[in-house]
């Protein structure tokens, strides 16, 4: 069975850093470019970041450049390491796999998706 799982996700203080995982079960990730996606209570699913098949290039929402990072290690997984996090920041964390490799971060782009991963900013 094909699976996206996400982990990693929890409760952090502002300012501190979480790193989550995408791990790609009964398929290769490696022809697949990967996004992150967040959803917030009441907000639509919104891009954070993607990376292309190769892990060469990226693309980042604004609200996150220069924060987060993402990176791919192998046809398993991806990772989202998250620094500097805010409040706002608070959502569940999704990864989503595509054959595009155009780096479009839109939930539309998207064929494949995991369960999710919660992560809450809060003092």
């Known amino acids: 069975q094909w699976q996206l799982v996400e982990s990693g996700g929890g409760l952090v203080q502002p300012g501190g850093s979480l790193r989550l995982s995408c791990e790609a079960s009964?398929?290769?990730?490696?022809?697949?470019?990967v996004g992150w996606f967040r959803q917030a209570p009441g907000k639509e699913r919104e891009g954070v970041s993607c990376?292309?098949?190769?892990?060469?290039?990226t693309n980042y929402a604004d609200s996150v450049k220069g924060r987060f990072t993402i990176s791919r290690d192998n046809a398993k997984k991806v990772y989202l390491q998250m620094n500097r996090l805010k409040p706002e920041d608070t959502a569940v964390y999704y990864c989503?796999?595509?054959?595009?490799?155009?780096?479009?971060?839109?939930?539309?782009?998207?064929?494949?998706w995991g369960q999710g991963t919660p992560v809450t900013v809060s003092s």
């Open positions: 989503a796999a595509t054959y595009r490799d155009d780096l479009f971060l839109h939930v539309s782009a998207y064929d494949y």
């Open positions: 990376i292309d098949t190769a892990g060469v290039s």
């Open positions: 009964g398929f290769n990730l490696d022809i697949y470019a």
